[in-house]
């Protein structure tokens, strides 16, 4: 089956980390552009964070500084590492693919035509 499986997600105290990852099943992921994404409750889905399959990254502003993007072809699998996290960082976290470098345009969910399932991030003390 062709699809993006993210796990990694969970409940953590404000400052801790938690570390998502994108597992493509079914294809080669390494060929691939990448982005995370997330939902909170009542708000837009909105971009956190996109690889290139050269390896160029991109970050929300928002999360400048505390989180890191990277890709492990081998593994056909991309992560992404949250540090610091914040109440703010709550809701569910997508990662979704492209064959088209978009370059600014990496926050744009209509840039991504496929889409995992998504993983609950719930960050509370």
């Known amino acids: 089956q062709v699809q993006l499986v993210e796990s990694g997600g969970g409940v953590e105290q404000p400052g801790g980390s938690l570390k998502l990852s994108c597992t493509a099943s079914?294809?080669?992921?390494?060929?691939?552009?990448i982005g995370w994404f997330r939902q909170a409750p009542g708000k837009e889905r909105e971009g956190v964070s996109y690889i290139s399959r050269f390896g160029a990254v991109y970050y929300a502003e928002s999360v400048k500084g505390r989180f890191t993007i990277s890709r492990d072809n081998a593994k056909n699998t991309v992560y992404l590492q949250m540090n610091s996290l914040k109440p703010e960082d709550t809701g569910v976290y997508y990662c979704a693919r492209t064959l088209h470098m978009i370059g600014d345009n990496w926050s744009s969910t209509s840039s991504y035509y496929s889409w995992g399932q998504g993983t609950q991030v719930t960050v509370s003390s």
């Open positions: 079914g294809f080669a992921l390494d060929v691939y552009n």
